[in-house]
């Protein structure tokens, strides 16, 4: 069964355009890897410029073989050099009843 994640990616500083770039190839490599499932994603950016993701793992387990991946590994490692993950609750809007996003895909 897939699993529906929120992730938060905090720019580093001078990197947002970055980090907006590399969202662009992020799903593309995980379905590569056959480790997410066919829905799409909903990219957004809150008013300080973090990030935020939602997408859909296959399952548990991909969640897990992530972490060995080598095509998933690389990529991380171009995501660390242009920001920090943080916890949603991190992010101004999290606070607000109906928190509201610019749409970037």
């Known amino acids: 069964m897939g699993r529906v994640v929120i992730a938060v990616y905090q720019p580093l500083p001078g990197k947002r355009e970055q980090l907006k770039t590399l969202m662009k190839t992020h799903l593309t490599i995980l379905r590569e890897q056959q480790l997410v499932t066919d829905r799409e994603s909903i990219i957004m950016e809150s008013q300080d410029g973090t990030i935020v993701e939602v ?43 109906f928190s509201e996003f610019t749409p970037l895909n």
Not at 71 to 83: I, N
Request: proline letters at 7%; charged letters at 15%.
């Open 55 to 97: 997408f859909e793992w296959r399952s548990a387990e991909a969640m897990t073989d992530a972490h060995t991946n080598p095509a998933v590994l690389a990529m991380w490692e171009e995501y660390g050099q242009v920001c920090q993950y943080i916890p949603i609750s991190q992010v101004p809007e999290a606070t607000s009843l």
